[in-house]
C-alpha cells in the first residue's frame, strides 16, 4: 500500500541562507508571541469552547467576514444547528437562512457535504487528522491546520492572510504573497519553529494581524510585541509590504429590481442551483436595457431608490421600481408572475417553471433566505409595510 503523503513534513523548496534567516527570526518572535496573546487576545466564543465543531464553524464563517459580524451568527448558527449530525440533516433552505448575509453561500453548502462525510465516515465526530481533514469539502490548507492545532493540539501552521502579511514584514520578504508558492515556503518555515502550544501560537499571529499588523495603512508598531525583531518598522517600509498585485477592476453591471407587491405581499424568484447566489430567494431583477411592458391601468408604477452591491469580481448598481396591483387574486398574480418570466427572456426548466411565489415581508425575515445584495430593498419593504405605508 503508498503511503499517505504528511503535507507537514514535505519539503518542496530548497533551503537557502535566507530562509534560514528567516526562520531563527521566527523562532524569536514564539515567547513574545505567545505571552502577548495570553494577556490580550479577543475573548471570543469558540475559543472558550474550541471544540473541533465549534472552530471549524468559526474558520468557515472568518473568511471574508469580520470578526464582530460573525458573533451573532455564530450563535445562531449553533443554537440551530449544535453538532456536525444537525448540520448533516439540516434543510438546504434552512441552512442558507442560517447564512443569509454572510455570502459565499458555497460554504455552508460544502460545510454540509463534509458534515455528512463525517457522520458516515467517521461517526459524526471530526477526526483528528490533518489529511483527513484536508480531504473534507471545503477545507483547505489553512483551515485544516487551524482545527488540527486548536482544537486537537496537532503541530501544523495556519496560514491566511493575516499570519502572510505578519510574517512578511517581520523578515521583510518582498514575495509576492498572492503567490501560492510563497504561502508553501511560509507554512514549511513555521513547521520548523512551532512549539507546544501550536494552536495559541497560530492564533496570536493572526490575533496580531488582525489588531496590531493591519493591512491598508500603517500598523500599529508602537503595540506590536515583536517590534525589535521587525525588519519591516527598522527599516521604514512596513507600508509597503507585503507585496501582492493591484487588484484588477471589478465588472459593472447596471440591473433594474422589481418589488412587485400584490395584497401586501411581494413576487419573489428562486434562483438556480448553481451559479452566483445559487438557491437563494430575490427580487426579480434584470439588465437595466429591459424594458417593463405595459401593465394596464390596475398597477402603479413608481421608481425607487437606487443601490449597490459588491462581489468578488462583479458590482451590481441597481435601480428598485416598485410595482403596486390595485387588486389582489390569482389571475393578478399570475399575470404578474409570467410577466416576469417573460421580461428578461429567462429560461427555465419545467424543474424550475414553479419557483416563483408571493410572501410577506414578515416570511421573508423568518423563512426565504435572501442574499445580502437586495438588502436595503427588503428593509424598504419590511419597514413600509410595517409602518402601514
Not at 459588491?310 to 448598481?317: A, K, L, N, T
Request: charged share 30%; with cysteine.
Amino acid at each position: 500500500m503508498k503511503k499517505q503523503k504528511d503535507s507537514r513534513r514535505t519539503k518542496e523548496f530548497p533551503v537557502t541562507k535566507e530562509r534560514q534567516e528567516f526562520r531563527r527570526i521566527y523562532a524569536e518572535t514564539v515567547p513574545y508571541l505567545l505571552q502577548w496573546y495570553d494577556y490580550n487576545r479577543r475573548i471570543l466564543p469558540w475559543r472558550e469552547e474550541p471544540t473541533p465543531y465549534h472552530v471549524w464553524v468559526s474558520e468557515i464563517m472568518l473568511q471574508q467576514t469580520r470578526v464582530e459580524a460573525v458573533k451573532g451568527y455564530y450563535d445562531r448558527f449553533l443554537m440551530r444547528l449544535p453538532d456536525i449530525a444537525a448540520l448533516a440533516s439540516a434543510e438546504e433552505e434552512e441552512l442558507l437562512k442560517l447564512w443569509e448575509g454572510l455570502g459565499y453561500y458555497s460554504r455552508v453548502r460544502n460545510m454540509q457535504k463534509a458534515a455528512r462525510i463525517i457522520v458516515e465516515q467517521y461517526g459524526g465526530e471530526m477526526p483528528a487528522d490533518y489529511e483527513k481533514l484536508r480531504a473534507l469539502p471545503g477545507i483547505g490548507d489553512y483551515t485544516a491546520g487551524a482545527v488540527s492545532s486548536i482544537a486537537f493540539g496537532l503541530p501544523y501552521p495556519a496560514v491566511d492572510g493575516n499570519v502572510l502579511r505578519v510574517m512578511s514584514r517581520i523578515v521583510c520578504n518582498e514575495a509576492d504573497i498572492t503567490k501560492e508558492k510563497t504561502k508553501r515556503k511560509l507554512k514549511e518555515d513555521l513547521t520548523t519553529i512551532l512549539p507546544a502550544r501550536t494552536g495559541d501560537f497560530n492564533q496570536s499571529l493572526m490575533e496580531l494581524g488582525a489588531m496590531v499588523c493591519l493591512p491598508n495603512g500603517k500598523p500599529l508598531c508602537e503595540q506590536c510585541p515583536v517590534v525589535h525583531l521587525c525588519r519591516a518598522f527598522h527599516e521604514g517600509c512596513e507600508t509597503k509590504l507585503p507585496v501582492k498585485p493591484a487588484k484588477k477592476e471589478r465588472r459593472i453591471e447596471k440591473r433594474v429590481v422589481y418589488l412587485i407587491s400584490c395584497g401586501g405581499k411581494f413576487l419573489l424568484h428562486h434562483r438556480a442551483k448553481k451559479g452566483l447566489l445559487a438557491g437563494m430567494w430575490e427580487f426579480p431583477n434584470f439588465p437595466e436595457e429591459d424594458e417593463l411592458p405595459d401593465l394596464g391601468d390596475k398597477f402603479i408604477i413608481k421608481k425607487r431608490k437606487k443601490a449597490k452591491h459588491i462581489f468578488s469580481h462583479v458590482e451590481w448598481h441597481m435601480e428598485g421600481i416598485w410595482v403596486e396591483a390595485e387588486n389582489s387574486g390569482k389571475d393578478i398574480s399570475a399575470r404578474l408572475i409570467e410577466t416576469m418570466r417573460r421580461l428578461g427572456g429567462r429560461k427555465e426548466s419545467a424543474e424550475e417553471a414553479d419557483e416563483w411565489l408571493f410572501a410577506s415581508p414578515e416570511e421573508m425575515k423568518e423563512r426565504y433566505p435572501m442574499p445580502s445584495a437586495f438588502e436595503a430593498y427588503y428593509k424598504e419593504v419590511y419597514y413600509e409595510n410595517r409602518n402601514g405605508l
